[in-house]
């Protein structure tokens, strides 16, 4: 199975700052990725596909990138809303395997 | 708007079966490929199976002989038949439905619904 690892697996950070989370795949996948944001007792929100594509009503201050073995996803500018759990997700090859998710709070 | 509604998780006994459904609406179920995803305390997230619109299954190595997935496109309904439950099999069942694009694309979540296995 392929094995995606994130970092960090949590952070605080202040409202406004720039965030990187990253996600390493044990092999490439191509572009196969996804990014999906968890809130608190919520089910997972799909956020990008392809690595970089943003799905719609998504907002523009998240950005993803990546190819290979090597993905980021960014917050530009840390909204309180933004408070949730990160997950990455690859579906190049069966079984789809998760990433253990990056935890993102405010200071 | 799209919905998707998980029932049927609950208490049961190690040794036991569940029957979890999930009810879809707000979009045209049959085009739709439909999986289970679960999470644990111990693995996070997992996906277990997914349904193609005409009935083909794909089962994670690890459940494969344990679950069974079945839909229903006339009812927009998915269900998922867990046997043999143990320990950590503890946690949140979502059913979701896939992108047109891709398979892998969860487009849409339901809440879930709490498996909790113990005696």
């Known amino acids: 199975d392929i094995q995606m690892t994130q970092s960090p697996s949590s952070l605080s950070a202040s409202v406004g700052d720039r965030i990187i989370l990253t996600c390493q795949a044990s092999q490439d996948v191509r572009k196969f990725v996804n990014w999906y944001q968890q809130k608190p007792g919520k089910a997972p929100k799909l956020l990008f596909s392809d690595a970089s594509n943003l799905e719609t009503g998504v907002p523009s201050r998240f950005n993803g990138s990546g190819s290979g073995t090597r993905f980021a996803f960014t917050i530009t500018s840390l909204q309180p809303e933004d408070v949730a759990t990160y997950y990455c997700?690859?579906?190049?090859?069966?079984?789809?395997?998760f990433g253990q998710g990056s935890r993102l709070e405010i200071k | 708007q799209v919905q998707l509604v998980e029932s049927g998780g609950g208490l049961v006994k190690p040794g036991g079966s569940l029957r979890l459904s999930c009810e879809a609406s707000g979009f045209t179920f049959s085009d739709h490929y439909m999986s289970w995803i679960r999470q644990t305390p111990g693995k996070g997230l997992e996906w277990l199976s997914y349904i193609s619109s005409s009935g083909t299954t794909y089962y994670t190595r690890s459940l494969r002989g344990r679950i069974t997935v079945t839909r229903d496109n006339a009812e927009k309904s998915v269900s998922l038949q867990i046997n043999n439950l143990r320990a950590d099999d503890t946690g949140v069942y979502y059913c979701?439905?896939?992108?047109?694009?891709?398979?892998?694309?969860?487009?849409?979540w339901g809440l879930g619904t709490l498996v909790t296995v113990s005696s």
């Open positions: 997700q690859q579906f190049y090859d069966l079984p789809y395997t």
């Open positions: 979701a439905r896939s992108g047109l694009q891709y398979l892998g694309q969860l487009t849409a």
